[in-house]
């Protein structure tokens, strides 16, 4: 394959290594430094260290400095740890706050030129140009995604159609009478417009130019990418961010599809132990680690992202980006179930519900507890109708592989196409813990 990567800024993109470390270095000084001299919050819990902004000398200084907790950003709700007088603040945004207090992220104008420039360079690694049109099903209100897709199309130059979510029957027909040449969605939202637009008797494939995709915002494993690009006939992109980093953009795989890279000249990463915080090694899991190296409203120092995931181990990427990769995320840490003392991940369900060839990708993780035993059921959908005996072959089968993955013996229930609730755009719900 030749090295012919879509990169917006190669100078940069595919700098040497030393050269991108010597811009970490550089700025993480400069955050540190912001972050003492204008955050109370922060200032105190560096003293309590025994550190001051002086004594980083070294990208591995930083283990030195305090974590971040999302629960600092609840507390200090809404303008605790902005390091910014207000008036320097051009949006603002928050999180829905459905456990307890929201939590509330700032942007000056230099974030959000920053933000517009690393979103332009996540959807370029797509191939989006200059002529494309997105679509967007974003949602726009409070949350990050929708517009941080729309800044980075903008500075890419590309057409941006702000759609929304809903109306899903009326996306289908924009989407083809508009020419949409891209599609950005969270994941299970671009199955439910591919079976919606199928209804139609519109075939996504054939008859809408829309051959790329970009999803994010919630888990999703491998086989639904395949799903979705099947359904599409796309090549989709997995972009990471969250939040409390700017939203979308903090990182994003390449056309090579083997791990995401981090946009490292704006995001220093680490990857820890969930239980002792100790720095782990590539290539083994812990919780995702990351300090932002250009925020200018509300620095964070070591935030404890909750994501679980690993570094790769190989520092440069056939695509010819330098930039080290992470794998993609495996689930939040407090998505992990623990069924009679044993983890189990959603996504490793769906990776195995999904390579079926008979399911559809709607799916429901129920744990319920019995006489104090957990007690685990899948429910599929079947992607066709199926006869009783096929059913039972088709629970049986995923009943067996399902146990030797997750050590844990599901009850597998296969139910008709169209039986399970399908999100309009927004998040789909599908673990269900009726263990309270
Ligand atoms: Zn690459």
């Known amino acids: ?16 290594r030393e050269e991108i470390e010597k811009i970490q270095l550089e700025r993480l000084r400069l955050t540190v430094k912001h972050a003492y001299e204008n955050v109370p919050l922060y200032r105190k819990r560096m003293k309590e260290a025994g550190i001051s902004p002086e004594d980083i000398k070294s990208l591995e200084d930083v283990r030195r400095l305090p974590f971040t907790f999302k629960d600092d950003l609840r507390r200090e709700y809404p303008f605790g740890l902005l390091a910014v007088p207000l008036s320097e603040v051009l949006e603002v945004h928050a999180s829905s706050g459905t ?3 929201p939590t509330v992220v700032a942007y000056t104008r230099r974030d959000l030129e920053n933000w ?10 797509g191939g989006l140009a200059r002529g494309d049109v997105l679509y967007s099903t974003l949602n726009y209100h409070w949350f990050t995604g929708g517009l941080g897709f729309h800044y980075g199309a903008m500075r890419l130059g590309a057409t941006i159609v702000p759609a929304g979510p809903g109306y899903t029957r009326r996306h289908v027909q924009m989407i083809r009478d508009l020419g949409a040449t891209a599609l950005t969605s969270v994941p299970n939202y671009a199955i439910r417009l591919a079976e919606t637009a199928l209804e139609m008797g519109v075939d996504p494939a054939r008859d809408t130019g829309v051959r790329l995709g970009f999803f994010g915002a ?10 979705i690009n099947k359904l599409w006939d796309m090549d989709s992109y997995d972009v990471y961010g969250m939040s409390e980093l700017y939203g979308p953009g903090t990182a994003v795989d390449c056309h090579i599809h083997d791990g995401l890279h981090v946009w490292e000249d704006h995001y220093l990463v680490e990857v820890v132990d969930p239980k002792t915080g100790e720095p782990l090694e590539p290539e083994e899991e812990g919780v995702l680690v ?22 790769l181990d190989a520092r440069s990427c056939d695509c010819g980006r330098t930039m080290k990769r992470i794998a993609r995320i495996k689930g939040r840490a407090d ?18 519900v999904l390579s079926e060839p008979l399911t559809a990708p709607y799916y429901q993780i129920i744990v319920e507890r019995e006489d104090s035993m957990d007690k685990l059921t899948v ?5 066709k109708r199926l006869s009783d005996e096929e059913k039972r072959e088709l629970a049986r089968r995923l009943q067996e592989r399902l146990r030797e993955a997750i050590i844990v013996n599901p ?7 169209g039986e399970l609730p399908r999100g309009e755009g927004g998040k789909a719900k599908r673990v269900i813990d009726k263990r309270g």
């Open 218 to 227: 919630e888990m999703w494993s491998e086989e639904m990418r395949r799903r």
């Open 411 to 417: 009850r597998v229930v296969i139910v008709d196409p």
């Open 379 to 383: 429910v599929v959908e079947a992607s």
């Open 99 to 101: 456990t307890g207090r």
């Open 116 to 125: 517009a420039e690393l979103m332009a360079r996540t959807l370029a690694a």
């Open 1 to 16: 394959m030749p090295v012919k990567p879509y990169m917006l800024q190669p100078s940069i993109e595919s700098a040497p």
């Open 290 to 311: 990351v300090t932002p190296l250009t925020h200018d409203a509300m620095p964070l120092i070591r935030y404890w992202t909750n994501d679980l995931t690993f570094i």
């Open 335 to 352: 998505d992990m179930l623990i069924i009679n003392g044993v983890n189990v991940f959603p996504q490793t369900i769906e990776m195995i």
